[in-house]
């Protein structure tokens, strides 16, 4: 089964940059779809950005031009590049992975972005 690992959050301060990456175990990423969404305190969990098995990404509109993710299937490996960080980016990022129609998530990073 499928096991996703983030890695990389911290604090930072406004207008820093982090890289998250998330490394999975006991399959390859090849075949999935994978994901990054966040958490918020008090705030539903969003969708952040999004990349297909082609590397085709999607970005909510509240980081589009600041955040990038990618993949490098060879390491099984998903990143997301966040680069100038505001304090509402702070929160809970997770890691996902799907596959017809079976999602797989990961613990969770934590962010906060502070001055």
């Known amino acids: 089964q499928l096991q996703l690992v983030e890695s990389g959050g911290g604090s930072v301060q406004p207008g820093g940059s982090l890289r998250l990456s998330c490394a999975s175990s006991?399959?390859?990423?090849?075949?999935?779809?994978m994901g990054w969404f966040r958490q918020a305190p008090g705030k539903q969990r969003e969708l952040v950005a999004t990349?297909?098995?082609?590397?085709?990404?999607n970005y909510a509109d509240s980081v589009k031009g600041r955040f990038t993710i990618s993949r490098d299937n060879a390491k099984n490996t998903v990143y997301l590049q966040m680069n100038s960080l505001k304090p509402e980016d702070t929160a809970v990022y997770y890691c996902?992975?799907?596959?017809?129609?079976?999602?797989?998530w990961g613990q969770g990073t934590q962010v906060t972005v502070s001055s």
């Open positions: 990349i297909i098995r082609g590397g085709s990404a």
């Open positions: 996902t992975a799907s596959r017809i129609g079976i999602a797989y």
């Open positions: 006991g399959d390859t990423l090849d075949y999935y779809s």
